[in-house]
């Protein structure tokens, strides 16, 4: 019987010797290849934490001490040695999250995966568990990625003030986040050696010197504050020591035994511990060793004995950005290219490659990317950051007073903007078309396929004097989008075919197909419809306001908040037109959403072309003081082109 099944719970791992544990080790690797393997996932991360994971839940009990991780990828063992062994639906709805997640399990505590937060979480739980008097231990597991990110540092200040204060901290440290981890910082943790030595010595020389009459005490002060010279003579200076953290480590990540004896010996310091552990990332399978880029971080559907995928889908929105940037470097050499750790996720390695020294990887700190562009754009360059959309939240005040404030000609490029699914409530891009909104002098691109998408980023570099933003969506994209005429600067994707039309439905980016589908079903209950795609969705276009006084109704569809959104905007420019017409604006509510497919996900919110088409006819229906149909009818009537 295969050990991994008899594991139900972290105190199941007490009763296995070493050999078994080593043995328990081999068995999840081949549970991780296996289970990723057929529905896609993090897997990287997870093959480097097994040994430390185990050796986290021999050492510290859970649910009462608390393990927490940053980020959530790297928490698939944590899941199987905690109960969770089906990964048969994982990342999919009614599966196990990717992420940890309290809805699953009362093992589980942060669920954001956002890097770089993990400290300041253990820095409160620490603190409330000292004012309610708990024994219960704080252990937090961070990447040597996350510690690129400045939030991590503010928090260990924090931490350090703290010396009775009982928190471990694990610096999983594999010399990657997504990619290579770069930076002073990664450089120094790959060098890194110290012993507690030092502090043992000092306190009997302290010991020592006191009962010496005279010359003990001035003595002692003098070899104190001589101390990081001396020290660096005992063991080599590490950083941590020197915020007054006590330092253990390095340690190997694979061996199970000396991870065990380092977190036993920091659980029992009694204040702020940092462990060092060295992992490698994809330890143990072939394929994901051998993939430079990312050792696997994130894998779709593949061959488990090859690592190939298995399916390729067409071109993606994030490649046809990555080809117009080396087009655009060629032809203008002020173009330079920043990201946040993610060079291959948002596109940018193929640039990287035609400009080497025009990139710029500055770690898990988009604020300090918004402000070193700020710096690029007044120093005579056009720096283009690339970001995943969900990921521009934490860098929104250096946007607003860096980048806007000193009217910098920056371009933010927003990856995985919408509806993404599969990765959960943190990982949807549902939020910047409302919060960039209130950006002063910002200008906003929604492209609707491919050759928007080139078109707009060079819409979008040419500007010198504000930021911009191109947003656009996940995975494949789809078939061109052709306008059939322009209104201002809208691309009309439909005309209504009657002077008098009924509906201006107002499309934002990807939807465009979608609102196509819309007008169709409209057209079929005697609605009839113009499409418009408004392209730059901030500023409003002047037209759009004249545009829509020739409607009875006006209706947007937006892959966004609803709330602050691109609809909430146009009502209030038609308000400050004077133009009284009927606005329905149609997004995503304002909750957090549960993983599952785009497609899923979109349905359970109501993004369908027949859920919108029923619920405008609906609304033309009252605006004619017809009986509105009932439900059914309307179904009735959009079955067809749901079929």
């Known amino acids: 019987m295969p050990l991994l099944t008899r594991i139900k719970g972290p105190r199941d791992l007490d009763r296995l010797s070493l050999e078994e544990l080593d043995q328990l080790a081999e068995e999840i690797r081949t549970f991780l290849v296996e289970a990723v393997s057929k529905t896609g996932g993090h897997l990287g991360p997870n093959l480097g934490v097994v040994e430390l994971t185990i050796a986290l839940h021999r050492v510290f009990h859970s649910p009462k001490d608390k393990v927490l991780w940053d980020t959530g990828h790297q928490s698939y063992v944590h899941k199987l040695l905690t109960g969770r062994q089906d990964f048969s639906r994982l990342k999919m709805k009614g599966g196990l999250s990717g992420y940890p997640s309290q809805a699953e399990s009362e093992h589980d505590v942060i669920e954001n995966s956002h890097a770089s937060t993990v400290l300041g979480w253990a820095d409160g739980i620490a603190k409330a568990n000292?004012?309610?008097q708990r024994d219960s231990h704080v252990v937090a597991v961070i990447g040597d990625g996350a510690l690129t990110g400045?939030?991590?540092?503010?928090?260990?200040?924090?931490?350090a003030d703290a010396k009775d204060r009982p928190l471990v901290i694990v610096v999983n440290d594999n010399e990657r986040?997504?990619?290579?981890?770069?930076?002073?910082?990664a450089n120094h943790l790959a060098t890194l050696r110290t012993t507690d030595g030092y502090e043992r010595f000092l306190a009997r020389t302290k010991e020592l010197l006191e009962r010496t009459p005279v010359v003990g005490k001035p003595l002692y002060e003098t070899l104190h504050g001589a101390k990081k010279g001396f020290k660096d003579f005992i063991a080599p200076q590490g950083m941590f020591e020197d915020l007054g953290l006590k330092y253990v480590g390095p340690i190997d990540g694979h061996d199970i035994e000396a991870l065990e004896s380092a977190l036993a010996r920091a659980k029992r310091f009694g204040g702020p511990v940092i462990v060092h552990c060295l992992t490698e990332k994809g330890r143990g399978y072939q394929p994901a060793l051998q993939d430079d880029a990312d050792r696997f971080h994130a894998v779709g559907k593949i061959h488990p004995d090859t690592g190939l995928p298995i399916a390729t889908s067409g071109?993606?929105?994030?490649?046809?950005?990555?080809?117009e940037m080396?087009?655009?470097?060629k032809e203008r050499r002020d173009i330079v290219a920043i990201t946040a750790a993610m060079l291959q996720p948002v596109g940018l390695d193929r640039f990287a490659k035609a400009f080497p020294d025009r990139v710029y990887d500055v770690g898990i700190a988009e604020q300090h990317g918004a402000?070193?562009?700020?710096?690029?754009?007044h120093g005579g360059l056009h720096p283009v950051f690339a970001v995943y959309a969900t990921f521009l939240n934490r860098a929104f005040d250096q946007v607003l007073m860096d980048v806007a404030l000193h009217k910098c000609g920056v371009t933010f490029v927003l990856d995985r903007a919408g509806i993404t699914g599969t990765d959960g409530a943190s990982h949807n891009g549902m939020w910047d078309m409302s919060i960039l909104q209130v950006v002063p002098g910002l200008r906003l691109a929604a492209p609707r396929d491919a050759d928007q998408v080139r078109a707009q980023l060079r819409e979008a570099v040419e500007v010198k004097d504000a930021p911009t933003v191109v947003r656009f969506s996940k995975g494949a994209v789809g078939p061109a989008v052709p306008a059939v005429g322009r209104v201002g600067g809208m691309d009309v994707l439909r005309e209504p075919g009657t002077d008098t039309p009924d509906v201006l439905l107002v499309s934002v980016g990807a939807l465009a197909p979608m609102c196509l589908e819309i007008a169709v079903l409209l057209d079929k209950q005697g609605i009839s419809t113009t499409v418009v795609d408004p392209r730059w969705v901030k500023p409003v276009d002047e037209a759009m306001a004249p545009l829509a006084e020739r409607h009875r109704v006006v209706v947007t569809v937006e892959d966004n908040s609803r709330v602050g959104g691109v609809g909430s905007t146009i009502a209030q420019a038609l308000r400050d037109a004077g133009v009284d017409v009927p606005l329905r604006d149609f997004g995503i509510p304002p909750r957090f959403l549960d993983h599952a497919s785009r497609a899923e996900v979109m349905?359970?919110?109501?993004?369908?072309?027949p859920d919108i088409a029923r619920q405008v006819t609906?609304?033309?229906s009252r605006l004619d003081g017809r009986f509105e149909r009932t439900a059914a009818e309307v179904d009735s009537a959009v079955q067809p082109a749901r079929d």
């Open 130 to 132: 000292q004012i309610l």
């Open 150 to 159: 400045g939030m991590a540092w503010e928090a260990l200040n924090n931490i």
């Open 177 to 185: 986040s997504y990619a290579p981890t770069i930076g002073g910082l």
């Open 315 to 323: 071109a993606d929105w994030t490649s046809v950005f990555g080809d």
């Open 326 to 329: 080396v087009k655009l470097g």
């Open 371 to 377: 402000v070193s562009a700020a710096g690029l754009a």
């Open 603 to 609: 349905a359970e919110v109501g993004l369908t072309a």
């Open 618 to 620: 609906g609304l033309v």
